[in-house]
């Protein structure tokens, strides 16, 4: 971290200024948004502080559902102090293994488990000190999904849509939002995946919830399961999808008629619509954030809508499309690069 860098030199006063004598913050990871974290050592004991410039990132939906979920039992970071002018956010530090770096074949299963464990909880925290939880309607859904057509397909690839592509998008697009409106609405993490799990002594660790909403019930447990940037065998996943869903029935996060081919369809085209915003995100970073590091788990993403898209007579025409146009354009796009 250079120390001409005007913020990390306000930091470091900030943090001088609460310790009472000098401590030095290292930079520990960026995340997908203007934030940036560091770790401090200070008498033996750990903390991070994250560093978000308020007028890109604010900091009260992070400080509101920290307080809110801590309260609800989960664990996660204790806010510490915070300096609302310049966006600093001194809290706990709750470890430093992410859940995606310890998993493997033979354990995912029971981590995955643990963590969908958590997800009734979750599910439960609708309101913080700052009001309810912005509610996850169609706007909304229809907002992420234009981030794949005006960053990964027009920006990215460069590639102009033609009338019936784009009206092909369209029909699949309703298609992706009806689904997830028809829905359970329940507190949702939004982001819910093992980088966002950290290993603590006594229980996985949730980070990285400042973007919680009020949306639908199988959004969260898609997101872990079909990770953007790791996939499982479809049998483990399988049987992951079938313990969440008698979560949902044992806490009545679902009605008790509601039929496993139902849920099935729910999960799967959530996970669709999560993996067009992703891929259009990760595009996004690189050419709006200069973030190259994420172009890297988009065909993943891509991968995910080709495979399970392919089930679904409403979207077959969306998924075959991105197999033979997109993924294609994706790897050339990835080969020109390698080439430079």
């Known amino acids: ?33 203007f934030r940036r974290y560091f770790r401090i050592e200070h008498l033996g004991e750990h903390y991070i502080v994250s560093d978000s410039p308020i ?56 981590y995955y488990q643990q963590a ?19 509610d996850y309607d169609g706007a909304f859904v229809q907002r992420e999904l234009a981030i794949f057509v005006d960053w990964l397909v027009n920006t990215h690839l460069g590639y102009r849509l033609s009338n019936n592509e784009q009206q092909m998008i369209t029909s699949t697009f309703e298609v992706l939002t009806q689904s997830a409106l028809s829905q359970p609405k329940v507190g949702m993490h939004r982001d819910y995946h093992s980088r966002n799990l950290l290993l603590n002594a006594n229980a996985l660790a949730v980070i990285d ?38 979560l949902l029935k044992s806490h009545q996060l679902i009605d008790d008629t509601l039929d496993f081919v ?31 590091g994420y172009l890297a788990d988009i065909p993943l993403t891509l991968q995910y809508i080709v495979d399970i898209g392919s089930h679904y007579s409403q979207i077959t025409a969306f998924s075959s499309w991105v197999e033979r146009i997109i993924v294609p354009l994706v790897k050339q796009q990835s080969d020109a690069g390698n080439t430079l």
């Not at 001409?4 to 990871?29: G, K, M």
């Not at 809110?68 to 806010?79: H, I």
């Not at 973007?211 to 996943?237: E, I, K």
């Not at 999960?267 to 970073?285: T, Y």
């Open 209 to 246: 919830f400042q973007d919680a909403v009020l949306g639908p019930v199988t959004y969260d447990a898609v997101s872990l399961l079909r990770d953007c940037y790791v996939r499982w065998p479809d049998q483990q996943v399988d049987e992951l999808m079938h313990y969440h869903y008698g």
């Open 116 to 134: 969908l464990n958590l997800l009734p909880t979750i599910a439960g925290v609708a309101v913080t000190e700052l009001g309810p939880l912005a």
């Open 1 to 33: 971290m250079s120390l001409t860098d005007p913020r990390f030199i306000a930091l470091s006063h900030w943090l001088n200024q609460y310790f009472a004598e000098q401590v030095t913050p290292y930079l520990i990871c960026g995340d997908a948004s």
């Open 262 to 292: 139902t849920y099935r369809q729910w999960f799967d085209l959530m996970g669709i619509q999560r993996h067009i915003k992703a891929a259009g995100i990760f595009a996004r970073l690189y050419h709006r954030d200069a973030k190259s």
């Open 55 to 110: 007028n890109l990132v604010p900091i009260a939906p992070f400080v509101a559902m920290a307080k809110a979920y801590k309260t609800a039992g989960l664990c996660v970071p204790e806010v510490l102090a915070t300096d609302d002018e310049q966006g600093f956010v001194l809290q706990t530090d709750v470890g430093e293994k992410q859940l995606l770096s310890v998993l493997n074949q033979h354990n995912v299963v029971d």
